[in-house]
């Protein structure tokens, strides 16, 4: 095909049916959302298949195990995007929401109208339940969307697309109001980044090498994060019992995820007590260590656990690892802590164990990241814990959005005025 042509065709109609979208009722947009979600359960066997075909391909491909991790799909997964478009559904709709009303001594009455963004452009890696996540956000917030899904995922991307478009149908949208691209051409992403005429904003999900290049070429805005060098800080006033689950989910839980721990700082005054064992704990789950001198020190007291060591180069403290690798590094406490935070991390999510309420809020008011937490596994920075459905992205940019992208983040405001006659003089 003409790929060029292509996309131009895809652009057209998804401005066009973002008009329709914008105006469709709230029945209608749950309405979809819910028929989705019930196709989705019923063609989980078909979706499986679809992955298995996908997963084979990528492994005779030689795909790196993050990447295997985010492209699997499990019958639990499919249940989450089912249940994820649900719970989209049962949320309040924001379009249309009237806010800040005051009155002006001319008389004139103004406030703020939430609005869709338009069309929006999703281009994501390997992962397959973003097809449904990104089609449920995009119609509850009464955007269009053009998909773009990875090569990596192809048929099981396809047959979600399938679910959506008859959803779609059966609440009486618009076919054109999220459309998946089909071809697997690299060109098709060069287009959709360079349509501003079609495109309102471009949500890149995927390796920082993706959105580098999009976020260098896009002639269209860009909600996105590059990397997840994300913290967890054992603070003098730590609880003991507290610290080592939380780090153990944090990096253990998931390794191939964004919100998953590449750092583990500790205060000194407690770090010959808890990193033993947090060590073992890391070590029985076959995480190799990086550590500057002081923590290796602590740490290579137990025989055990020299396998798993290794001293840290500087570029470790910024690195995503996305595999079973931690950074570990003892800080003298909050102050070094929160500089540390500050110079090496991707602004994702950093958190604090701490039972001393003043060196927590310092913590979540100094430390200038997208998620920031006290006493909480890192893994809870998502769409669909925060109570967003589900989330079409995480963004460490100020503007427009801030960390997990919900429907509030697909879309913008605009000025209204009443007036009863009322003229400027």
Known sequence: ???????????????????????????????????????????????????????????????????????????????????????????????????????????????????????????????????????????KSGNAAILRGGKEALHCNQAIAACVREGLAEAGLPAAGVQVVETTDRAAVGDLITMPEFVDVIVPRGGKGLIERISRDARVPVIKHLDGNCHVYLDDAADAAKALPIVENSKTQRYGTCNTAESLLVARSRAAELLPAVGAMLAGKGVEMRACPESLAILSADPSLERFLKEAAE?????????????????????????????????????????????????????????????????????????????????????????PVGLEGLTSQKWIVFGNGEIRK
């Open 1 to 139: 095909m003409d790929i060029k042509t292509y996309m131009q065709d895809l652009g057209q109609k998804a401005r066009a049916a973002s008009r329709l979208m914008a105006a469709a009722s709230t029945e209608a947009k749950n309405t979809a959302l819910c028929a989705i979600a019930a196709k989705i359960r019923t063609r989980s066997e078909e979706l499986l298949a679809a992955n298995a075909r996908d997963l084979e391909q990528a492994r005779a491909d030689g795909l790196e195990p993050a990447m295997l991790d985010r492209l699997t799909l499990t019958a639990k997964g499919v249940e989450s995007m089912a249940a994820g478009l649900e719970q989209i559904a049962s949320l309040p709709d924001p379009i249309g929401e009237i806010t800040d009303m005051k009155r002006r001594p001319s008389g004139i009455q103004v406030g703020h109208m939430r609005v869709p963004l338009g069309v929006i452009g999703i281009i994501y890696e390997a992962r397959p339940n973003v097809t449904a996540d990104a089609a449920g956000l995009c119609l």
């Open 315 to 403: 570029s470790d403290w910024a690195e995503e690892y996305l595999a079973p690798i931690i950074a570990v590094k003892v800080v003298a406490g909050l102050d070094e802590a929160i500089e540390h935070i500050n110079h090496y991390s991707s602004m994702h999510t950093d958190s604090i164990v701490t039972e001393n309420y003043t060196r927590a809020m310092r913590f979540i008011r100094e430390v200038d990241s997208a998620s920031v937490m006290v006493n909480a596994s890192t893994r809870f920075a998502d769409g669909f814990e925060y109570g967003l459905g589900a989330e079409i992205g995480i963004s460490t940019d100020k503007i427009h959005a801030r960390g």
